[in-house]
C-alpha cells in the first residue's frame, strides 16, 4: 500500500495516474493531457523529459549511478561544487550536499548551531519568520509555523521553545534583535517569497535590515532558497540581492529530476569549523550526498537555465501572468500576489476552492490548490498559450 504525502488516506481522492510526461505535459492513462501548474512542487522548470536533461543522466549512468563520499571522491561532484562555487554570489563556496531539501536545512541550521559552540558560545535561540516553511523533518518543523502541517506535533507554545517567530515587518525584525539579538544564532528565512505558509510576498528592504542587523548582533543569516532559488522570484537567487552566510538549495537544483539539495556555506562558517580539533568537524554525511547522476542532472540543469535565458524567461513569465490577472477580483478573493514565476489567488475561505483541483483537470490543467490558495508555479519553458490557458482555467472558476 501507497501511503500518500499529505493526505488522510480514508477520505484521498484518487491519484491520477500518468503514463508519460513531456515538456509541460502530464499524460494519464485514462488519456489526459494535463498542463503541469505546479512543476511537481516547483522542482521542474526545463519541464519533463527534456532530452539534454535525459542525456546527462544516461551518460553518467554508463559510468556508475552513485558512490559514497565518505572517502571517495568523483567528477560529477567536484565539478558541480566548482560551478556552484563560481555561480553563486560572495563568498558562498563550501557546499555541502544532501538528499533533500528538509536534511539541507536541517545541516544549515545544524551548522549554525555548532559554528557557535566551536567559538564557546552559548547562544541558543533561532529566530525564525511567522508562517515560515522549512521541511518536515523535526528541527525544519521547529523554525516552521504553520500548524496546517505540524499539527499532529502538540501545541505552537511547546514548539516554539528556542525558536522566535516574527512577522515580516521592520519594527518586528528591530524588536526581536533589542531582545533576543546577543542570544540569537542565526536567523533562517525563506527570502522574499514563502511558499507553502501561503505564498506570502514580502520586501527586499525587510532582507536588507536583517543583514545589518545579523551583523551588528553577530548572528549568521540562512537563507532557505529551496524554493526561490534558481529563479522563482524573478531574480536568480535572492542571494543575489541580499547575501546571507549559508544559503540552502534543493527542488531545481536538478532540474526536478532527482532529489538533491545543498547547503553552502561562506568562508567565515566554513573557518569556524576548521581546525586541528576533530570536535570542531561537521557530523553529517547522508548515504546519497553527492550522487552522481543527481550531479550531473544539477550542471546540465544549471548549464540549460544559462544558455536559455531563463531569466528572461521568467520575466515573461511574470509579464504575461500580471497581463491575463489584470482587472480581475471577486468578492471570495482576498488577494492576487504576483511575484516571478508565482502566482497566487488567496480566498478568504477554503471551501471557496474546494473542488478547484477536478474543475481544472477537467479543463485540462493539472493544479494542487491547498488550504486557502489557489496557485501556479509553472516550468519555464511552458509557452505563453499553456499559461494564459492555466490563468483562464483559475479565473473561470470564479466566474462560474
Ligand atoms: C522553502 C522550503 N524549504 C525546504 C523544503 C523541503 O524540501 P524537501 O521537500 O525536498 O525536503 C521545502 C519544500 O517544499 C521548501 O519549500
Not at 499529505?6 to 502530464?26: E, F, W
Not at 489557489?374 to 483559475?394: G, R
Amino acid at each position: 500500500m501507497i501511503w500518500y504525502p499529505y493526505a488522510q488516506m480514508k477520505t484521498l481522492d484518487p491519484p491520477i495516474k500518468l503514463s508519460h510526461a513531456k515538456g509541460v505535459h502530464l499524460y494519464t492513462e485514462d488519456g489526459l493531457d494535463l498542463i503541469d501548474s505546479v512543476s511537481s512542487w516547483w522542482s521542474v522548470i526545463h519541464g519533463y523529459n527534456h532530452p539534454e536533461m535525459n542525456a546527462a543522466i544516461s551518460g553518467q549512468l554508463e559510468k556508475f549511478a552513485h558512490v559514497m563520499l565518505g572517502g571517495i571522491t568523483h567528477e560529477p561532484v567536484q565539478r558541480l561544487s566548482a560551478k556552484l562555487e563560481e555561480w553563486l554570489p560572495a563568498d558562498l563556496n563550501y557546499c555541502f550536499f544532501s538528499d533533500s531539501g528538509s536534511v539541507a536545512v536541517e545541516v544549515a541550521l545544524k551548522m549554525a548551531l555548532q559554528f557557535n559552540t566551536n567559538r564557546g558560545s552559548k547562544r541558543d535561540t533561532v529566530l525564525a519568520l511567522e508562517h515560515a516553511y522549512h521541511g518536515d523533518t523535526f528541527k525544519a518543523m521547529e523554525v516552521g509555523d504553520d500548524e496546517d502541517y505540524h499539527f499532529a506535533f502538540g501545541s505552537s507554545n511547546e514548539k516554539k521553545k528556542g525558536v522566535i517567530h516574527i512577522p515580516t515587518e521592520l519594527p518586528a525584525l528591530e524588536k526581536a534583535f533589542a531582545d533576543y539579538g546577543e542570544r540569537l544564532t542565526c536567523f533562517i528565512v525563506e527570502p522574499l517569497l514563502q511558499g507553502a505558509g501561503g505564498m506570502r510576498m514580502y520586501d527586499v528592504s525587510f532582507l536588507k535590515r536583517a543583514r545589518q542587523l545579523c551583523d551588528e548582533y553577530d548572528v549568521l543569516l540562512i537563507f532557505d532558497e529551496v524554493a526561490t532559488g534558481f529563479g522563482r522570484t524573478g531574480n536568480r537567487f535572492v542571494a543575489d540581492l541580499v547575501t546571507p552566510d549559508i544559503l540552502v538549495l534543493g527542488k531545481a537544483l536538478t532540474g526536478g529530476y532527482i532529489g538533491h539539495a545543498v547547503t553552502v556555506a561562506n568562508t567565515r562558517v566554513w573557518e569556524g569549523f576548521y581546525s586541528d580539533d576533530p570536535t570542531h568537524a561537521l557530523m553529517h554525511g547522508p548515504t546519497f550526498m553527492g550522487n552522481a547522476l543527481a550531479c550531473c542532472a544539477a550542471l546540465k540543469s544549471i548549464e540549460l537555465f544559462e544558455k536559455g535565458d531563463y531569466m528572461a524567461k521568467i520575466h515573461r513569465i511574470e509579464e504575461i501572468t500580471r497581463r491575463e490577472m489584470e482587472g480581475f477580483s471577486d468578492p471570495r478573493v482576498k488577494e492576487v500576489r504576483i511575484m516571478g514565476g508565482c502566482v497566487c489567488i488567496e480566498v478568504y475561505n477554503g471551501a471557496d476552492i474546494e473542488g478547484f483541483r477536478r474543475f481544472a483537470r477537467e479543463r485540462g490543467v493539472f493544479s494542487r490548490t491547498f488550504l486557502k490558495y489557489m496557485y501556479a508555479m509553472v516550468p519555464y519553458v511552458i509557452e505563453e498559450w499553456e499559461l494564459v490557458k492555466i490563468l483562464s482555467v483559475m479565473k473561470e472558476w470564479f466566474a462560474r
